[in-house]
């Protein structure tokens, strides 16, 4: 085995798979069928290898990017609350184990609120939102240093109308990683 | 003084033949042959003296727009002016002359001819008691006599500078501030045209003048604009990445400066002090576990001090008492938002709309009127905002809109007038209404604008 070859192999295909990382999960998934098909047919040694570490390089780039889909996933308030629903605990369970495994990674939780209410108090609200989801993270572990709040009240709705729906979909909690993003280990 | 007493009875005298008229109008259309003129006449100008307490007590949820008493205002007329802007000067003064609500339009008659007496009888017959001669002076000077009608006789006269080139914005600012000085011989009470309004749209803090002219924006970013009182400065907050701060920018060169920076804070809803010298605000940092605070700190920058400490309730949008002493802000410590009063160092809080304990009303937004005796304030009534006024002296509560959603009032330095944002007629846009009589108007169109705040009388144009 072409040790030399497969560290190069590995090392050419770091940045795509970080160059992949980058795009969305969708973009990325109908490309890879070309590299990882000639797997099962190529029989000489160092194309295997190379399809090898094209595959562990595609593995990790998979968890990386799970990873990363569980560190952005927005949890939901009710109206005129903080308190953090169960969906809502669920999904910051999930956020901790990728918290615990990788150090590095800071984050910022901002929160928003549905358009009813002064716009003032909206954003104390948004505060008050945000601060309870860092308050569950940081009461089961995660450094307070690695967390950072802020909110935008109503100003920046993710969903326009004025009903239920789009209300439940403004009251929420968005995450963004401003540290070790991009290398994000799977928990 | 003196003369300006016995130019106000004059007047008085003029509303009461206003009411006279319009008691004959009433007797004719009612029928009723046995009222007397002058008695009517009597029970008007009582109507014009007790015209605060009648607005009270109107029932709260009647639609009160555009009602209003017909001869608690002048009849004025403003005559047709020479020259190329002659035009634009006078739809311009007829227009701010309406929008002070102290006055009646009064389509204009003919002018006399050159070196022609004044026809009093004929402009009277026409409705007006006062009539408003401009004249352009060869100097690009304009030369305004305002003539008493009932009297016969001239009022006042004084020529006034103009920038040179007609319909700019400073030319503008310039007629508007004739107005101003018209009204003021008039009723004595100086009129408010020469004023803007700062709001925002779009994040971002745009200056429009007050009769909703000129609309524009003058910061790249922000949100919640409010005047220094020089009317120099308008301070504001805007988001960045980490945190929201509080912003200065200055009118004339555009320049902004940050007032706070402190890292993790959003800082809210600043008020400049009426003297100039202190910015209260709102602030939430994640150390007060939950709560939002008020802070002062001086306007030329430094240490915010924390004036209010109550645990995990917010505080907030933080209003100047006209001394500079005092503020009034909302408070949601007693489990709703209700409005209190504290001294500016934060002791003394009291609960200032605890008489309506019983309605479980949300209030947000109170600004204390510029002659301190009310404090204009949004109130939930019936599931919607609507704009409520306080009068600290009788402990009344008065709602002053009932159509759209409507939020976030602001005073004009005249305090009878206010500014804020209403959804009724579809968008969320500026709306003014005068508190005397009611009347409503729209002052910005075109993308949704809210927070509007009333600048001072602006003495120079900036």
Redesign the interface.
């Known amino acids: 085995m072409n040790v030399k070859y497969r560290i190069a192999t590995l090392l050419l295909a770091l940045p795509l798979a970080a160059a992949a990382c980058k795009k969305k999960p969708v973009d990325v998934a109908p490309a890879q069928e070309p590299v990882t098909a000639p797997v099962t047919v190529a029989p000489p040694a160092e194309d295997n290898s190379a399809a090898l570490a094209a595959a562990r390089a595609d593995s990790i780039r998979r968890a990386t990017e799970a990873a990363r889909a569980v560190m952005l996933q927005t949890v939901y308030f009710d109206y005129n609350s903080?308190e953090l629903r169960p969906d809502a605990r669920a999904t910051l369970d999930e956020k901790l184990r990728v918290l615990n495994v990788n150090p590095g990674v800071r984050i910022?939780i901002e929160g928003h609120t549905d358009e009813r209410?002064?716009?003032?108090?909206n954003?104390?609200?948004g505060?008050?939102r945000a601060?309870?989801a860092?308050r569950y993270l940081t009461d089961r572990g995660i450094d307070a240093t690695r967390i950072?709040?802020?909110?935008?009240g109503r100003?920046r709705p993710a969903a326009s109308g004025s009903n239920e729906e789009a209300w439940a979909q403004n009251r929420r909690g968005e995450f963004v990683l401003?540290a070790g993003g991009e290398e994000l280990r799977a928990p | 003084m003196f003369q300006s007493v016995i130019r106000t009875s004059r007047f008085r005298h003029a509303a009461s033949r206003h009411h006279a008229a319009f008691g004959r109008t009433f007797s004719r259309a009612f029928g009723s042959r046995s009222v007397y003129a002058p008695m009517l006449c009597a029970l008007a100008l009582l109507t014009v003296a007790r015209s605060t307490a009648t607005a009270q007590d109107r029932p709260v949820g009647v639609t009160i727009d555009g009602g209003y008493a017909p001869g608690t205002r002048l009849g004025v007329m403003v005559l047709p002016i020479n020259g190329a802007a002659g035009d634009s000067l006078k739809l311009i003064m007829e227009r701010d002359l309406d929008f002070s609500d102290r006055f009646q339009h009064v389509p204009s008659i003919a002018p006399p001819a050159p070196n022609q007496p004044i026809n009093y009888a004929l402009v009277s017959s026409a409705g007006a008691a006062v009539l408003v001669q401009s004249e352009l002076l060869p100097s690009g000077w304009l030369r305004v006599i305002v003539h008493d009608v009932g009297a016969k006789k001239l009022l006042q006269q004084n020529d006034f500078p103009l920038p040179t080139t007609a319909n700019t914005d400073n030319w503008r600012m310039g007629v508007h501030r004739i107005s101003d000085e018209i009204e003021r011989w008039v009723t004595g009470q100086k009129g408010i045209a020469a004023t803007r309004i700062t709001f925002s749209r779009d994040e971002r803090v745009w200056v429009v003048d007050s009769d909703g002219a000129n609309p524009r924006p003058v910061t790249p970013r922000g949100l919640g604009p409010t005047w220094h009182p020089s009317g120099r400065y308008i301070v504001y907050y805007a988001f960045d990445e980490d945190r929201i701060r509080l912003y200065v920018t200055d009118v004339i060169t555009g320049a902004q400066r940050s007032l706070t920076n402190e890292k993790g804070a959003n800082d809210v809803t600043p008020s400049v002090s009426p003297d100039g010298r202190s910015v209260v605000f709102s602030r939430s940092v994640e150390a007060t576990a939950g709560s939002t605070d008020l802070f002062v700190m001086p306007f030329d920058g430094g240490r915010p001090t924390r004036v209010s400490v109550s645990r995990g309730s917010i505080n907030l949008a933080p209003s100047w008492s006209p001394d500079s002493r005092r503020v009034t802000f909302s408070s949601d410590r007693s489990g709703r938002n209700e409005i209190y009063i504290a001294d500016a160092d934060g002791t003394n809080v009291s609960l200032l709309t605890a008489d309506a304990y019983g309605e479980r009303n949300v209030r947000a937004d109170p600004v204390w009127s510029p002659d301190g005796r009310f404090i204009a304030m949004s109130s939930e009534v019936g599931g919607t905002q609507q704009i409520l006024i306080y009068g600290l002296s009788d402990r009344s509560l008065r709602q002053v809109t009932s159509d759209g959603r409507n939020q976030a009032p602001a005073w004009a330095p005249d305090g009878r007038h206010l500014v804020f944002s209403s959804t009724r007629g579809g968008s969320e846009q500026l709306w003014v209404t005068d508190i005397e009589t009611g009347r409503m108007r729209q002052v910005t169109r075109g993308s949704r604008a809210r927070f509007g705040d009333w600048s001072p009388r602006l003495v120079s144009t900036p």
């Open positions: 903080d910022r209410g002064t716009d003032q108090y954003i104390a609200l505060r008050r601060d309870q860092k950072e709040t802020m909110s935008f100003e401003i």
